[in-house]
């Protein structure tokens, strides 16, 4: 954006999106089986995100439509209602389906991390997206998850997590992947978990990107004194 705006190569740093992933250990985990009177035997996945057309929670009523309804776990959507009419496009979508009783809405929550950490799954269905940051939020929590490609950090995050990222709206091979992540075993599950916490560590934990701006800063003293 900036090269194309005109500003010159050797004036142009780029430090990727991070953020504070100490706060994350003073959440607990919400007991979403308990909450919601949902059966102990059902799965229950989490999508964070203000609800409109970007966000494609149409994509991921598509992906679950091919499900039968005894094999189909539980949605818990927080997420602030952005354009109304693209959410009742989505609940007669939902109602038409059959599957109304899947997905729970919740609205904007103040504290989405301890309904991550209480999910045994999140989805990102997004169109497009400049970050996202709700997926480094999924990776601290160790919430396994499914999305699809879209986003500077979904490009970061598929490098190490391929089998996690779909072709950007491609519903059919979201639905597949997404049938072999609940198909996944106890114990590769926290494997995945322990995997997720430490690309979180790696990439995106503010602490390693302050020595990237004091660096530009010190670059910039050089030049100009």
């Not at 919400?30 to 229950?44: L, Q, R, S, T, V």
């Not at 494609?56 to 039968?68: F, R």
């Not at 609940?91 to 045994?120: H, M, T």
Request: hydrophobic share 40%; charged share 30%.
């Amino acid at each position: 954006w900036a090269k194309n705006a005109g500003v010159s190569e050797d004036k142009i740093s780029v430090i990727e999106n991070a953020i504070d992933l100490q706060r994350f250990t003073k959440y607990e985990a919400k007991d979403m089986h308990a909450c919601f009177k949902i059966p102990e035997g059902k799965k229950i996945g989490v999508m964070v995100g203000n609800l409109r057309y970007a966000k494609g929670l149409d994509l991921l009523i598509q992906a679950c439509s091919t499900y039968e309804s005894e094999d189909l776990p539980y949605f818990v959507i927080i997420g602030e209602e952005i354009e109304k009419d693209y959410l009742n496009f989505c609940r007669n979508l939902l109602r038409d389906l059959e599957l109304s009783e899947n997905f729970l809405f919740l609205g904007k929550q103040k504290y989405p991390i301890s309904y991550i950490k209480g999910a045994d799954f999140a989805v990102l269905p997004s169109r497009s997206e400049s970050g996202p940051l709700v997926l480094i939020e999924y990776l601290a929590c160790g919430t396994p998850f499914q999305a699809f490609e879209v986003g500077g950090i979904s490009k970061m995050v598929k490098e190490h997590m391929p089998d996690s990222f779909a072709p950007p709206g491609n519903v059919e091979e979201f639905s597949k992947m997404f049938t072999k992540l609940l198909a996944l075993p106890k114990t590769e599950i926290e494997r995945l978990k322990d995997k997720q916490i430490q690309l979180a560590e790696m990439l995106f934990d503010i602490k390693n990107r302050i020595p990237m701006i004091i660096g530009i800063y010190e670059d910039i003293l050089e030049k100009t004194i």
